[in-house]
C-alpha cells in the first residue's frame, strides 16, 4: 500500500464517483479503479458497494475512511514540521475564509504575507461556517477566519474584533433617512433575510428572541450579494454589516437599538498542529485588525 492509494481511495469516498474523482486527480477512469482494486487486495476487503451505476461506502469502507484521514493528516503535519527546519522558505498554507472577508478583509494580508514569505504557496477557500469547521477538523485547512461563535466546540478562537449589525435599505425604502431605529420598530417590518444555516441569521433569530417576536421574513437568500441587490430596489430591508452594505452604493445603514453585533475571528482545530507559516499569516491578522473597530 502506498500514500497515492489513501489519496485515491479517499476521493472516490469523498465524491462517490469514479468519474469525478478521476478528474478531480487528473488519472483515467480505468487508472483510478485498478488502483482501488490493488488497495483492495492489499487489504483483503471490499472497500466500495458498486450498484449499476452508483457506489456507496462498505462498513469495511467506512472504518478505513477514518484511518486514512487520520493517515494523511499526520504525514501533512510531519512535512510541515519538516519544512519548518528551514524557517519559512518554503512550504504552503491552506486559509478558509467566509465569503463576507474575501474581497474586504483578506486581500492586504495576503499582499504582504506573500511579499514577506514568497516561497510559501497560498491557497484560499472561500467557505460556508461548517464546511470551514469540518476542514479544519479534517486537516484540509490550516487555519479559518470566520464569524464566532462556531458550531463545533473541538474549534479554539481568536477573536479579533466586533461589527455592528445595521438596518440596511434602498432609497425607496421610508427608513431611509433614519440615523438609528429600535428593533420593536421591525415588528411588521417585511425583511429579506439569508436561509437558516447562516449564522448569522441564528444570530438575528436570538436577537429578535430577546425582543419578544419574530421578524416578518419575505425572502430568505442563500446570498448576501443577491439581497443587497433585491434591497436595493424594493421597499424591503435587511440587516448585515455596514462593511458589506457599502459593496453596493445606494444603500444606507441605519444603526440597530439594542446594539447587536458579530464578531470576527481566527479559527483553529484544537488539537492540529499549527504550521509556522499558519502562525505568521495569524500574527499578521491580529496585529492589522485586532485593534479594529469598524464602524
Given at each position: 500500500?502506498?500514500?497515492?492509494?489513501?489519496?485515491?481511495?479517499?476521493?472516490?469516498?469523498?465524491?462517490?464517483?469514479?468519474?469525478?474523482?478521476?478528474?478531480?486527480?487528473?488519472?483515467?477512469?480505468?487508472?483510478?479503479?485498478?488502483?482501488?482494486?490493488?488497495?483492495?487486495?492489499?487489504?483483503?476487503?471490499?472497500?466500495?458497494?458498486?450498484?449499476?451505476?452508483?457506489?456507496?461506502?462498505?462498513?469495511?469502507?467506512?472504518?478505513?475512511?477514518?484511518?486514512?484521514?487520520?493517515?494523511?493528516?499526520?504525514?501533512?503535519?510531519?512535512?510541515?514540521?519538516?519544512?519548518?527546519?528551514?524557517?519559512?522558505?518554503?512550504?504552503?498554507?491552506?486559509?478558509?475564509?467566509?465569503?463576507?472577508?474575501?474581497?474586504?478583509?483578506?486581500?492586504?494580508?495576503?499582499?504582504?504575507?506573500?511579499?514577506?514569505?514568497?516561497?510559501?504557496?497560498?491557497?484560499?477557500?472561500?467557505?460556508?461556517?461548517?464546511?470551514?469547521?469540518?476542514?479544519?477538523?479534517?486537516?484540509?485547512?490550516?487555519?479559518?477566519?470566520?464569524?464566532?461563535?462556531?458550531?463545533?466546540?473541538?474549534?479554539?478562537?481568536?477573536?479579533?474584533?466586533?461589527?455592528?449589525?445595521?438596518?440596511?435599505?434602498?432609497?425607496?425604502?421610508?427608513?431611509?433617512?433614519?440615523?438609528?431605529?429600535?428593533?420593536?420598530?421591525?415588528?411588521?417590518?417585511?425583511?429579506?433575510?439569508?436561509?437558516?444555516?447562516?449564522?448569522?441569521?441564528?444570530?438575528?433569530?436570538?436577537?429578535?428572541?430577546?425582543?419578544?417576536?419574530?421578524?416578518?421574513?419575505?425572502?430568505?437568500?442563500?446570498?448576501?450579494?443577491?439581497?443587497?441587490?433585491?434591497?436595493?430596489?424594493?421597499r424591503l430591508a435587511t440587516i448585515q454589516t455596514e462593511?458589506?452594505?457599502?459593496?453596493?452604493?445606494?444603500?444606507?445603514?441605519?444603526?440597530?437599538?439594542?446594539?447587536?453585533?458579530?464578531?470576527?475571528?481566527?479559527?483553529?482545530?484544537?488539537?492540529?498542529?499549527?504550521?509556522?507559516?499558519?502562525?505568521?499569516?495569524?500574527?499578521?491578522?491580529?496585529?492589522?485588525y485586532s485593534s479594529a473597530r469598524p464602524a
Amino acid at each position: 500500500m502506498e500514500l497515492r492509494h489513501l489519496r485515491y481511495f479517499l476521493a472516490v469516498a469523498e465524491s462517490l464517483s469514479y468519474t469525478r474523482a478521476a478528474d478531480t486527480l487528473h488519472l483515467t477512469q480505468p487508472t483510478l479503479s485498478q488502483q482501488i482494486k490493488q488497495l483492495e487486495q492489499d487489504l483483503d476487503t471490499v472497500l466500495f458497494d458498486r450498484v449499476g451505476r452508483t457506489i456507496r461506502l462498505t462498513a469495511a469502507g467506512e472504518v478505513f475512511r477514518q484511518h486514512a484521514e487520520r493517515a494523511l493528516k499526520e504525514i501533512t503535519t510531519a512535512r510541515s514540521a519538516l519544512d519548518e527546519l528551514e524557517g519559512l522558505a518554503h512550504g504552503s498554507l491552506t486559509i478558509g475564509v467566509f465569503q463576507s472577508f474575501n474581497s474586504s478583509l483578506l486581500p492586504p494580508i495576503l499582499a504582504e504575507f506573500s511579499a514577506s514569505h514568497p516561497g510559501i504557496r497560498v491557497s484560499v477557500r472561500q467557505l460556508p461556517a461548517r464546511d470551514m469547521e469540518d476542514l479544519l477538523t479534517k486537516g484540509k485547512l490550516d487555519i479559518g477566519i470566520a464569524y464566532s461563535p462556531t458550531v463545533s466546540d473541538r474549534m479554539e478562537i481568536e477573536e479579533l474584533f466586533d461589527e455592528p449589525m445595521m438596518l440596511v435599505v434602498g432609497k425607496k425604502h421610508p427608513y431611509s433617512r433614519r440615523p438609528e431605529i429600535h428593533v420593536d420598530q421591525l415588528r411588521d417590518q417585511p425583511l429579506i433575510l439569508l436561509t437558516p444555516e447562516f449564522p448569522s441569521r441564528q444570530l438575528l433569530s436570538q436577537w429578535f428572541d430577546a425582543a419578544g417576536f419574530q421578524p416578518r421574513i419575505t425572502i430568505e437568500i442563500n446570498s448576501t450579494d443577491a439581497i443587497l441587490a433585491t434591497v436595493k430596489c424594493s421597499r424591503l430591508a435587511t440587516i448585515q454589516t455596514e462593511r458589506m452594505a457599502k459593496v453596493v452604493p445606494g444603500l444606507s445603514c441605519i444603526r440597530l437599538k439594542p446594539r447587536l453585533t458579530r464578531t470576527v475571528a481566527i479559527l483553529w482545530h484544537r488539537d492540529s498542529y499549527r504550521s509556522a507559516a499558519a502562525r505568521a499569516f495569524a500574527a499578521m491578522i491580529k496585529n492589522t485588525y485586532s485593534s479594529a473597530r469598524p464602524a
